[in-house]
């Protein structure tokens, strides 16, 4: 499949993208790796007018640890982020969850600030124009109807991304460059839990900057997925525990991927891990929690209430990984 006709841009600077990218920001797009960009182009998914190449901008692949924690430029590849020595020495989940995204050739072209600032993903919407073409547009593509729940008022895209979960439960923010100024916000909040806008960048905004509080506690991530290579999430978890002297549970952050609009944060199986000490029957009592905690819907192959039960699973072995 061929690309489309568009426009080429390559700007120097941020400044010059977000200008570029205010002046008409629904027919630009901003390419950094492209492997989700360029593949969605082919299909005709989305239908840029012109596409702003971030690569030529210097002083945006990074990776440095300052007293309060760790700073990464938004075009550092996946790769570069697993193959780092301060991420394998002081945040190694980060470098173990790069590994997770797609296969080695992506993860070498693939940027961190691209993963986090993907596009929700649906059976319905990422397929070619040809197979689109005998259902009425959705609305994702400025269409009137959700494919997935029919008398819905609202798309119901879900997010697949792999990165984003575990940053979420480690506190990280984004810095946010934009014509109007700067702006650095937790992560959590870039994501609108809105399937028609997952984002909430601002008009001619870019990602610039991830930043990551030096560590306390411990952070893990599990995936499933149909294939052990290429595939996006069906249902991962990012579980971060804080525990005390005793060896109680302080703090817990439990983030889910591939089951909603938006990451998900599971707030009540947080609230009943706060406190405990991990046991057979605590793991148990909490993982089966989690099955009737969420509430996916039919966006990929998997059915929801298989998604329910992977979920508990994931939740098990993540505990059960931290008890022992």
């Known amino acids: ?34 492997t989700d960009l360029l593949v969605n182009m082919k299909h005709g998914v989305i239908q840029p007018k012109r596409l702003i190449n971030l690569k030529a901008i210097p002083h945006l692949n990074y990776i440095t640890e300052g007293k309060d924690g760790l700073r990464i430029g938004a075009l550092t590849t996946l790769h570069d982020l697993a193959s780092s020595t301060l991420v394998q020495d002081k945040y190694p989940v980060l470098g173990q969850c790069a590994l997770e995204v797609a296969a080695y050739t992506h993860q070498v072209m693939g940027t961190l600030g691209g993963n986090l600032c993907q596009e929700n993903r649906c059976r319905y919407y990422n397929q070619s124009v040809f197979w689109r073409s005998a259902r009425a547009p959705c609305y994702k593509v400025g269409g009137e109807i959700c494919h997935v729940v029919r008398k819905s008022k609202e798309c119901h895209s879900t997010y697949r991304g792999d990165m984003a979960p575990v940053l979420i439960a480690m506190d990280a923010k984004v810095k946010l460059v934009g014509w109007m100024g700067n ?8 994501y609108t839990q ?88 605590v793991i148990e009592k909490i993982s089966n929690q989690m099955v009737k905690e969420i509430s996916p819907m039919r966006t990929s192959i998997a059915s929801p209430n298989y998604q329910r039960k992977m979920a508990g699973i994931l939740l098990r072995q993540g505990l059960e990984k931290f008890k022992s």
Do not use: C
């Open 1 to 34: 499949m061929r690309l489309p006709k568009f426009e080429y841009l390559e700007p120097r600077s941020l400044k010059k993208a977000s200008e570029a990218l205010t002046a008409d920001p629904k027919g630009t797009f901003l390419l950094a790796g492209g």
């Open 183 to 190: 702006r650095t916000i937790p992560l959590k909040r870039l």
């Open 194 to 281: 809105i399937g028609k806008k997952p984002l909430s960048l601002r008009k001619g905004e870019i990602l610039k900057e991830i930043f990551i509080p030096s560590p306390s506690g411990q952070t893990l991530y599990l995936k499933w997925r149909l294939r052990g290579t290429l595939e996006f999430p069906m249902v991962s978890l990012a579980l971060h525990l804080e525990k005390n002297g005793e060896g109680n549970i302080d703090r817990a952050k439990v983030i889910l991927s591939g089951l909603g609009t938006g990451p998900l944060e599971a707030f009540e199986i947080e609230k009943m891990l706060k406190g405990v000490s991990l046991d057979d029957g």
